[in-house]
């Protein structure tokens, strides 16, 4: 195989990888589409004092089978947590949210 040769098809296959990163990388419409069973819900809770804490309840919740997003706020001492209500309920949310050491408030569907 001749230089040249060798020169194009190696930009050949970088072009090609960096077109597959883009592709990969670029979400879709339909990716983006909320699904039926999404749910949104805040939960009051009480016992957080410090970033850590609002650090432990984020990764608890994110652990749970069906949560999407979670924002904690120490200053509001609440939750809100966007979830797939097919793979898990309030009752679920605010079980984990005990389990972490922290009691949780009744969940409240957020307004829209």
Request: with cysteine; net charge positive; aromatic share 2%.
């Amino acid at each position: 195989m001749s230089k040249t040769t060798k020169s194009l098809l190696g930009s050949a296959l970088t072009l090609g990888l960096c077109a597959g990163a883009f592709l990969k990388a670029t979400p879709t419409i339909a990716q983006e589409a909320p699904k039926a069973g999404a749910k949104s819900v805040v939960v009051p809770i009480q016992g957080m004092s410090c970033g850590a804490c609002v650090a432990n309840v984020k990764r608890t919740l994110k652990s749970v089978e069906g949560v999407k997003e979670v924002e904690v706020s120490l200053e509001k001492k609440q939750a809100r947590i966007q979830f797939d209500s097919a793979k898990v309920n309030g009752e679920g949310l605010a079980a984990a949210i005990q389990k972490a050491g922290y009691k949780p408030g009744t969940p409240t569907t957020e307004a829209k």
